[in-house]
């Protein structure tokens, strides 16, 4: 069993930065691809950030060149840095796991078996 917790979000005006943290723990060896994954007011939840265990990144096109990847293996964490954020970035942020990295183009998806609570993310204008 893997479990994520997400931490680092909070309330930043435009144009600012935010880094995000996701610890895994549990069965970590496990873990083959993880993502970010966002949920704004009123809209469906989106991917927009993945790695594989090779170190492979995607992004979506709406964080592309803003929001950047990163990890530390022996800490088991994997980091959203966020920049140049904008009020349509507001939303609850995820992190989520998949013990298979077939899906990386689509941020992990359909292998995600374990997510996080989130971590709510403000951009004021």
């Known amino acids: 069993q893997v479990q994520v917790v997400e931490s680092g979000g909070g309330s930043v005006q435009s144009g600012g930065s935010l880094r995000l943290s996701c610890v895994a723990s549990?069965?970590?060896?496990?873990?083959?691809?993880m993502a970010w994954f966002r949920q704004g007011a009123g809209k469906e939840r989106e991917g927009i950030a993945a790695?594989?265990?090779?170190?492979?990144?995607t992004y979506a096109d709406s964080v592309k060149g803003r929001f950047t990847l990163s990890r530390d293996n022996a800490k088991n964490t994997l980091y959203l840095q966020m920049n140049r954020l904008r009020s349509d970035d507001t939303a609850i942020y995820y992190c989520?796991?998949?013990?298979?990295?077939?899906?990386?183009?689509?941020?992990?998806?359909?292998?995600?078996?374990?997510w996080g609570q989130g971590t709510a993310v403000n951009v004021s204008s």
């Open positions: 989520a796991a998949a013990p298979l990295d077939y899906g990386l183009s689509t941020f992990c998806h359909p292998y995600l078996d374990t």
């Open positions: 549990g069965a970590t060896l496990s873990i083959s691809c």
């Open positions: 790695i594989d265990r090779d170190g492979y990144t």
